[in-house]
């Protein structure tokens, strides 16, 4: 079956440590996204990929890197994880830029001690 | 500053009678909406959709209303089983592919 997987599904970091979360799809989508959902509050978008193409939401922090090195892979690097990085991530593809439809991985769970 | 809101953080309902999921927005310019599911331990999953330029979307026994006027939607859910139980996010677009989400409901439909 086609999907979104995402690598580790929990995660413990330290503060100020790195933290690297992976995520891949096998739909052969043009668009990958990565949001961040605290609890219970509405997942907010990061930034997202078209091909190779970065867009970063403008509030997004500096602190939030992402790379795609192929059509498959997109990976979220937090530089130096703060308590209030703890959170819900998730990660999303579409078609294309056009397509408002997204399919979801599971996420990842990320605390930081 | 929240453009799409969900104001019932959760809602119960028995089994056979209908489940109605409310969801509002601020931003004029939204022109596509969309509800998604999540079960616990898994992603959100697209369930239904509308246009702008249409009042109502119907899908078997899932169906979204949406009043322009009053930027208010609302999924309809009839039956209620107990599988339909589950977080559903309203989720907005302004034309392409960017969505704003809405904090979600918990649906629980009791047996």
């Known amino acids: 079956d086609a999907m979104v997987i995402q690598n580790p599904r929990y995660q413990v970091t330290q503060f100020g440590k790195p933290v690297t979360l992976s995520c891949s799809q096998t739909l052969n989508h043009n668009v990958m996204y990565w949001y961040q959902q605290k609890s219970s509050q509405a997942p907010k978008l990061l930034f997202h990929?078209?091909?190779?193409?970065?867009?970063n939401e403008a509030d997004t922090p500096d602190n939030f890197q992402s790379r795609r090195p192929n059509t498959s892979f997109c990976f979220l690097d937090i530089r130096s994880p703060g308590l209030g990085d703890a959170a819900m991530y998730l990660c999303?593809?579409?078609?294309?830029?056009?397509?408002?439809?997204?399919?979801f991985g599971p996420g990842t769970r990320l605390l930081v001690l | 500053d929240q453009q799409v809101k969900q104001n019932s953080p959760s809602l119960s309902v028995q089994e056979g009678r209908i489940s109605i999921l409310n969801c509002d927005y601020t931003?004029?310019?939204?022109?596509?909406f969309l509800w998604y599911k999540k079960y616990p331990a898994e992603g959100p999953t697209f369930l239904i959709s509308?246009?702008?330029?249409?009042d109502k979307n119907e899908d078997g026994r899932f169906t979204v209303f949406l009043n322009k006027s009053a930027k208010h939607l609302s999924l309809h859910i009839v039956p209620s089983q107990p599988g339909d139980s589950a977080v559903y996010f309203c989720a907005a677009s302004a034309g392409g592919n960017k969505l704003v989400f809405g904090a979600g409901t918990i649906l629980r439909v009791k047996s």
């Open positions: 931003n004029s310019m939204f022109d596509y």
């Open positions: 990929y078209y091909d190779k193409d970065f867009n």
């Open positions: 999303a593809t579409s078609k294309t830029d056009r397509d408002e439809t997204q399919y």
């Open positions: 509308i246009s702008s330029i249409k």
